[in-house]
């Protein structure tokens, strides 16, 4: 258990420590005793500096409310011997000064382990089935709010599934992300995943291209393989599928119930076995009111449904989910060890991000370019 006001340091240990640990956080001394009256943690990492309470009276109410403790650590920005004294007094076996490494912390844990019930690394993964690294990144999806947590839970559920898969979300928010999750998770995913943009296709061409066509069919006509076709025994995944024209869906309708596609100029049927997942960032429902879409397609597209908050809703994954792109790049960059400054990490917290997560990986990526050195401060983070 993180208690700690600061999320940057439980984005940074919730991405560095798994597979062994997984992380609780508590942000602050309320909601940690409320926390730890329910769990049972082995390490209780505690800040001397909460905004409701001094660390070291949480401290001394914890060992109160249980025989058994789990070992405590207290960290602070201030090398303070009284300070330090005070806490081992009240129970800490150790001390952290900001700003810490995580092979600090690493080497702390491990130093306490025969503190823990003679727990050893693998063992106490082994009693965390869930893991940290799954929780928080499964399927390139990451976060930790509740709504992350609830797509990656129907992602198991949906994937082994068979019925069409509808997605739907503000652009940028990972819909194509979660198709491909969808597709490795079914029986399909020695198959193709075919995606396609349905706002991308000339509607005079929109047919031919999912279904393909005969020699001959029309004006420089060739035998073609349609894009159904190529998704055989797969997977196809039309994108913002709202942009298809109203003369498509109608045989999309008839392939989705038939299984079987009739290639332009073509008079005979091929059987195909075909998964489609769409994905759109519209209001179909709005867009049947106007005529632009069929409801029965909608009806046949939307067995399964799974819509991706915007992230301006689900703030409490920015700070994860920009560490965890700073720790992508510093795998690149070795040399480096890029960190946010609160102020940086509080502008990206008070934005309202029309772009979603591809505007926040833009931004960093611009903030990471433009540092001089390996801490990025507020004047780097820029949105235009």
Sequence with gaps: MLVDDEPRDHAILNLTLPPYFELYSCYTGQE??????????HFVLLDVDLPDINGIELLKLFRRNKTENPVFI??????????????????????????????????????YMHHTRQLSFPSLAAESPSSTVQDIEEF??????????R?????????????????????????????RAIHQTSRRKEGPLIAVNCGAIPETIFETELFGSQQGAYTDATTRMGLFESANHGTLFLDE???????????????????????????RGKKIDVRVISATNQDLSTAIEMGRFRRDLYYRLNVFRITIPPLRERKEDIPLLAYYL????????????????????????DHPWPGNVRELKNVLERAIYLAETPDIGPELINFY
């Design 74 to 111: 207290m960290v602070s920005g201030y090398d303070d011997p009284e300070i330090i004294v005070e806490a081992v007094k009240s129970g800490a076996a150790d001390y952290l000064v900001k700003p810490y490494s995580v092979e600090t912390v690493k080497r702390m844990l491990e130093k």
């Design 241 to 267: 599928v709202g942009e298809m024209p109203l003369q498509v869906q109608v045989k999309l309708l008839r392939v989705l119930e038939e299984q079987e596609i009739r290639p332009v100029g073509s008079s």
């Design 140 to 149: 390139g999806l990451i976060g930790k709010s509740e709504a992350m947590r």
């Design 151 to 179: 797509i990656r839970g129907q992602i198991h559920r949906f994937g082994p599934a068979e019925g069409t898969v509808l997605i739907t979300g503000e652009s940028g928010t990972g819909k194509e992300l979660i198709a």
């Design 326 to 349: 700073l720790h992508t790049q510093n795998r690149s960059l070795p040399a480096t060890n890029l960190c946010l400054k609160d102020q940086a990490l509080k502008k990206l917290l």
């Design 32 to 41: 940690a005793l409320s926390a730890y009256e329910q769990k049972t943690p």
